[in-house]
């Protein structure tokens, strides 16, 4: 092979485990490229940003480490701010590029860009090579074709389990091409140019997250062999406060920083050199089911964008700004809902017990379109991964692949199960560190002289409640 070459890279900014990454790298040349797509930092209609604050910064993070470490191996990151289909062809022609190595996306956004970009190059008899990546189980290995995907996930695990395997993870290249001379790399935008208000996150988030492959592979070894954590994943992952009572591998996942094959190596290595146990098996069970998302999403397309979901169905919601804007802003009254709103929109995370709980009382509760919930996770998650996140939403709104269509989280009972002693609420909410366990996920039923007697003045302190449901009534006694 002789030529030179380019590496468009996507949510897959690492270099372990990097099919186009080991494929490019046999060419004489190779121009690794990444496009700060305007289209990801626009406003959406519901007045948010598409790409919100910290998920800009954990990107902006990720792409700098990736820089780093493409230079270390000779080469070097070109990064331009533009449409993958106009930059990408402009470098081409200006530096006589014939082919184009990246991974495949599914959902209907990243589709357009790739057809409009191999469109684009296709007039000057450019050679592409798309490639499956960002799988536990590789697409070829899969015992059914795509378009056969169960949609129950008990049945794809069990079927993937039986009769699939995970395969090993790629090695990094030893060294890369050179660059061709004279090509600008081109410089990391910052929040300003991207149009994005960049902001610290809270101090009180449950842990530093800082993007880049060398972070992700520090968090790795960190959660299984510093601390052996994973030894108790089972028992804790639903866990509220701390670093470690999840993987919180899910940032890294996201921006490609660190593929799920890595994971489940070190996860296999894990029971072989510690312990095997409920909890490992646990840790490869998320992995599948982040595989049956992207799975779900490449057999149905756009329709996991659609109100009624992959079921077609006809949901009936009301269109509330009042509840959205509160729901969005973490003060809906209800106490487990708000801390958890406010997690998200101080750090950028949000537990997943948490996410299913206020996706639920949005949705279930309020009644309010899912969509706006789903877009909403997208712009604030630093983990938001388009087929995890929109096809967890058709889940909980009961338009996906959940086989109990009437699934719904009582927030009550989810908050004295979950956060007995009210730890959680205090953590987020401080206006609320006087009330004592009793009364700390039932702020909204206590009257004012009680609320005045805990130094917390109604509806100025802590905002009344804009909704509460009949389902919760045998979970309000004040007796735990």
Same mark, same amino acid.
């Given at each position: 092979? @002789?030529?030179?070459g ?6 897959d ?10 494929? +490019? ?20 209609h ?29 080469? %070097?990151?070109?990064i ?21 190595? *990246? ?6 956004? $990243?589709? +357009? ?9 296709? &007039? ?43 395969? @090993? ?7 890369? !091409?050179?660059?061709?001379e ?7 935008? %910052? ?9 610290? !996150? ?13 972070n ?20 804790? #992952?639903n ?8 993987? &919180? ?6 921006n490609?920083?660190?593929?799920? #094959?890595?994971?489940?190596?070190? +996860? ?11 909890s490992?098996?646990?840790?490869? *069970?998320?992995?599948?089911?982040? %595989? ?21 169905a ?53 009644r ?22 929109w ?10 692949n959940?086989?109990? $269509?009437?699934?719904? *989280?009582?927030v009550?009972s989810?908050?004295? #199960?979950?956060? !007995?002693?009210? %730890? ?19 702020v ?15 509806? &100025?302190?802590y905002?009344q409640?804009?909704?509460? +449901? ?8 004040? &007796?735990?």
């Amino acid at each position: 092979m @002789s030529r030179n070459g380019i590496i468009w890279f996507r949510n897959d900014l690492r270099l372990h485990d990097n099919a186009p990454l080991l494929a +490019a790298s046999k060419n004489t040349q190779l121009i690794p490229v990444y496009c700060f797509d305007p289209r990801h930092f626009e406003t959406t209609h519901y007045g948010f940003p598409k790409t919100g604050p910290y998920r800009t910064t954990f990107l902006l993070e990720s792409v700098s480490a990736l820089r780093d470490q493409l230079r270390s191996l000779g080469s %070097d990151l070109i990064i331009r701010y533009g449409k993958p289909e106009i930059e990408i062809p402009e470098i081409a022609r200006a530096n006589n590029s014939s082919a184009l190595y *990246f991974h495949k996306e599914f959902a209907s956004e $990243e589709i +357009a860009v790739e057809k409009a970009l191999v469109a684009a190059l296709a &007039k000057d008899s450019f050679q592409v090579y798309p490639t499956y990546g960002n799988f536990l189980y590789h697409p070829d290995d899969l015992p059914f074709p795509v378009n056969e995907t169960p949609n129950v996930f008990t049945q794809f695990r069990k079927t993937l389990e039986k009769r699939s395997h995970v395969q @090993s993870p790629l090695p990094v290249p030893d060294k890369l !091409p050179p660059l061709p001379e004279n090509i600008s790399p081109g410089e990391l935008p %910052d929040g300003k140019k991207l149009g994005i208000a960049l902001k610290e !996150p809270d101090r009180r988030r449950v842990l530093n997250f800082t993007g880049g492959e060398l972070n992700a592979l520090k968090r790795v070894q960190h959660y299984l062999w510093d601390s052996r954590a994973l030894s108790s994943y089972k028992l804790t #992952r639903n866990g509220l406060l701390g670093e470690d009572y999840s993987s &919180k591998f899910s940032p890294w996942l996201a921006n490609g920083c660190l593929s799920p #094959r890595q994971i489940h190596q070190a +996860a296999r290595r894990y029971e072989q050199e510690v312990e095997k146990n409920q909890s490992t098996y646990w840790l490869i *069970f998320e992995l599948v089911w982040r %595989d049956f998302f992207r799975y779900v999403a490449w057999k149905y397309g756009r329709r996991i964008f659609f109100p009624g979901g992959i079921r077609d169905a006809r949901p009936n919601w009301q269109d509330n700004e009042i509840f959205m804007q509160a729901w969005q802003d973490g003060k809906t009254g209800i106490p487990f809902i708000d801390a958890n709103m406010r997690e998200l929109n101080e750090s950028g995370f949000m537990s997943n017990r948490g996410r299913q709980n206020v996706a639920s009382f949005l949705v279930k509760d309020l009644r309010q379109d899912w969509r706006f919930g789903a877009a909403y996770f997208e712009s604030m998650l630093i983990d938001y991964d388009v087929y995890s996140n929109w096809g967890n939403w058709n889940y909980v709104a009961g338009i996906g692949n959940d086989p109990r $269509e009437d699934r719904y *989280f009582n927030v009550i009972s989810q908050a004295k #199960r979950y956060d !007995p002693k009210g %730890d959680y609420v205090r953590h987020w909410l401080p206006e609320l560190q006087t009330l004592p366990v009793k009364k700390i996920h039932i702020v909204f039923q206590l009257d004012n002289q009680t609320l005045q007697k805990y130094k917390i003045r109604p509806g &100025k302190d802590y905002p009344q409640a804009i909704y509460t +449901a009949k389902a919760w009534r045998k979970h309000l006694s004040s &007796k735990y």
